[in-house]
């Protein structure tokens, strides 16, 4: 049996998080992807996964030889692209992920120019508002939106956005325009469940920073659900640049108090720490640089 395949398969295994998974994601058999396993198990000489009908779990032995056959593999990929690459073309699985809303906006416009360039790249995009591990769960590159703290990712930045105070005219018409980050906690509120303040919305004027805790109406684990929430007049929001923008430029947002200037954040590129970045990563990395040179929002 060939090792390379039994790990590959292994791995398989344990990422898809069962056997009927693991088949389908490799295009083989159920009974394949097990035989592939057992016969790997009994050459070791040890139980490398606990199997029930209903679920499975690495032994100590299991999760070890899944962290080593995790490295191995993708040294083995990276040294075929590195190879590939010195053709001048760039191939191999690219997972990236990204934010749903940057991701749908700004990024799905990108991938069939990027393709294009790269033809023998396969690209496997994941939108998500969550923190992912990259590591652990496997992606090359993950475009994140943030104010960066310590990290021991590698990171790129493409391009700032600053967040906004806005609300329609109709809800400013109906309700007053605050003049003061203190009156928001009279203000109808929606809120982004993934903000790092939470409830607690901070801005810097004159006379340094304020602080305000807001009174949520609705609550969204969705940029693009807020706005269309405050496009309908059912409070004020605080949302990025690039997101707003173009209800900013069309007047059917208004901003409040700009004289208040709230976080900046920064959109980076980030990839886990390796000695050798792998080319279809930097080719990525390089092309969304590139093109977000110049943010396509307004500051």
Known sequence: MDRFEEMRVFTAVVEAGSFVKAAESLRMSKAGVSRHVTELETRLGVRLMQRTTRRQSLTEEGQLFYERCKMLLAEVEDAETEVNSRSGEVGGLLR?????????????????VFKAQHPRL???????DRVVDLVDEGYDVAVRITQLADSTLI???????????????AYIQAHGRPEHPKELAMHAAIAYSYWAGRDEWRFHGSEGEVSVR????MRANNGDTCVQAALA??????QPTFLVGDALRAGSLVELMPQYRCAE?????MY???????PRV?????????????APWPD
């Open 272 to 278: 886990p720490t390796r000695r050798h970045v792998p």
């Open 233 to 238: 007049h059912l409070g004020v929001i605080l």
């Open 122 to 128: 396969t690209l496997d995009i994941t939108l998500a």
């Open 282 to 294: 930097r080719a990525l990395v390089d092309f969304l640089a590139g093109h977000f040179a110049h």
């Open 96 to 112: 990236v992920n990204a934010p749903l809303t940057f991701g749908v906006r700004h990024l799905a416009p990108l991938w069939a």
């Open 214 to 217: 807001i009174q949520p109406v």
């Open 265 to 269: 954040l920064g959109i980076y590129a």
């Open 155 to 169: 990171s790129r930045h493409l391009a700032s956005t600053r967040m906004v105070l806005c609300a329609s005219p």
